[in-house]
């Protein structure tokens, strides 16, 4: 964080990180929902708008997600709605139910044998997520030239509208 010093002496003001929550079609390799957020956000609060949005074009078997997505509610919410989640769990975990045995069912195969849990569910399959956003950043920079906030995630939207066009002309 900068010092007081700095933005005093130049006038600066820290405008902070922006983030982007994607959820990708592991078949197709399209974007099929995107949400964009401050820095605050965590991860695992997004993971039910990004459901939602995406069931809206396509129905959706299961959610492959890394450990930012897991907590109680996520788990909770797939099962709900009939999807399985493919979601990495800390490795401190407890396996005590919580109200929630889907997730103490993923707790107790993934620490009984974790590379066994990942070849089972095909969480190896992440790699699209992380080669989108490899892809995106390579296609149109890291930074955003929008400054007011409802611009910036126009902009971002665009971009992965655009990276969407691209994946379709490169396998049709």
Known sequence: MESGW???????????FIKIHIAVDIKTKHIVSMKVTK?????????????HLAAT???INKVIADGAYDSL????????????PDIKV????????????PRKLVVIEQLKDMKRWEKK?????RWIAESTFSSIKRTFGEYVASIKW????????????????FISKATA
């Open 90 to 101: 800390r490795k401190n975990s407890s396996t005590s139910t919580d109200g929630c045995k």
């Open 39 to 51: 820095e605050d956000v965590s991860d695992n609060k997004m993971l039910k708008p990004l459901v």
């Open 73 to 84: 509610d996520n788990f909770r919410y797939l099962d709900q709605i009939d999807i399985e």
């Open 6 to 16: 700095i933005r005093n002496k130049w006038n600066k003001e820290r405008r902070g």
């Open 150 to 165: 409802n611009n910036i995630v126009n902009e971002l939207l665009l971009k992965a509208y655009i990276y969407n066009v």
């Open 121 to 125: 569910h095909g969480y190896g399959m």
């Open 57 to 59: 074009s396509s129905p």
